[in-house]
């Protein structure tokens, strides 16, 4: 599909060879275009627009993404995908306990010059338990991203914020699945939509044309 945008055509072909700054100042411009007013939620406005865009050149993107893959060494081979799973996941453990040992020490140092204990645990010198529960939530988030990094080894797999520096609120990743493009958000497990997650997240996701939620 060819969509003319101002000067230059909105197409697959013409964004991959741009830099990820210059394909974000082309859907920028072209998702301003967009008419969002029937979204209820004004917050959700940007995230309409971006995923209108994106679907547009979506099927064409997949498309090159896979010839690519399909001339070199395929990482939709068990070899080939292992490797890569496995770098990242180095890439991912080192540069964690490098950021763990230095929280560590900036934290022990906060806890040791601090004459007024806030809690029981920095009374106690209890600098790991102290520490745990920012920890825990650093990790989550981290992980998070490694799960959309090994996603992205997939050439039927597409991350806005990896290819246009865009977040798409609600979006984690797009896929093709099927033939079909997929809006969807990526969750370590089910138990994570509880609450009043499971309808913000079938409200964000609710916009486009079709999603799910991807449980890992």
């Known amino acids: 599909m060819k969509i003319f945008f101002m000067s230059t055509e ?19 411009e072209y998702a301003s275009t967009i008419n969002a007013t029937h979204i209820s939620d004004e917050s959700l406005h940007l995230a309409y627009q971006y995923g209108k865009v994106i ?15 399909s001339l070199d060494d395929s990482v939709l081979k068990t070899e080939r995908q292992s490797e890569l799973i496995k770098n990242q996941t180095e890439i ?10 230095k929280y560590f020490e900036k934290q022990k140092a906060i ?15 209890a600098n790991l338990l102290v520490t745990s529960n920012s920890v825990t939530r650093q990790l989550n988030t981290k992980m998070g991203m490694l799960w959309e990094k090994i996603s992205n080894i997939s050439p039927y797999a ?10 798409i609120t609600g979006v984690d990743i797009i896929i093709l ?17 509880t609450g009043s997650q499971a309808p913000r ?16």
């Open 10 to 28: 909105l197409t697959a072909n013409t964004l991959i060879p741009l830099s990820v700054l210059e394909r974000k100042a082309l859907v920028l």
């Open 55 to 69: 679907s547009l050149i979506a099927e064409d993107y997949f498309e090159y993404q896979i010839k690519q893959d």
């Open 92 to 101: 991912f453990t080192t540069e964690f306990i490098d950021w763990l040992a």
């Open 111 to 125: 806890v040791e010059n601090n004459p007024n204990p806030r809690n029981l645990y920095e009374l106690c010198g």
């Open 158 to 167: 597409l991350i806005p914020e990896f290819e246009f520096d865009i977040k």
């Open 177 to 193: 699945s099927n033939e079909t493009v997929y809006f969807t958000q990526l969750k370590s497990q089910k138990n994570t939509l």
């Open 201 to 216: 997240a079938k409200k964000e996701l609710g916009i486009h044309t079709v999603c799910f939620l991807q449980v890992h």
